[in-house]
């Protein structure tokens, strides 16, 4: 068991992990791993999602993809309307190849609910798909 601390929002958080948080739940629409990051000084908890999303995009002239915003629809709650989000903000961008697949990872900030957040698009280049990874 770990005893994990962060600093989030002028709050002290604390999680107590056990194992991957499953629940009875499939594993692409659960939480199954805290991420914690450091950013500008301070630590942001994000909840890995693996989320497909719609997303609205402009290519440069390299063929890369800039995403300008998305709609997200949560798979728990199917009778509220979705979520359209504005990229304010690319923090960083790369690309990485798991298992043979490659995808372009984003780090981003918005406005969400009058709160800054930090959270990670990846961008699949052999489907063109979109997913909301980390939020």
């Known amino acids: 068991m770990w005893l ?11 999680h107590l992990l056990h194992r991957p948080l499953l629940r009875g739940k499939r594993e692409n629409d659960l939480i199954f791993l805290l991420d914690f990051h450091l950013l500008a ?30 709609r997200w629809q949560a798979k ?4 509220h309307e979705p979520v359209i989000v504005k990229v304010d903000r690319i923090l ?18 918005s406005v969400m609910h009058d709160l800054e957040r930090v959270y990670e698009l990846k961008y699949e280049l052999s489907t063109c798909k979109w997913f909301l990874f980390k939020m």
């Open 4 to 14: 994990l601390t962060c600093l989030l929002g002028g709050h002290l958080v604390s």
């Open 76 to 79: 728990d709650q199917p009778h």
């Open 41 to 70: 000084g301070r630590r942001i908890v994000m909840k890995v999602w693996m989320h497909p999303i719609e997303v609205i995009a402009f290519f440069d002239s390299q063929g890369l993809p800039r995403p300008l915003r998305y």
């Open 92 to 109: 960083q961008q790369h690309e990485e190849k798991l298992a043979g697949n490659r995808m372009l990872v984003y780090r981003c900030q």
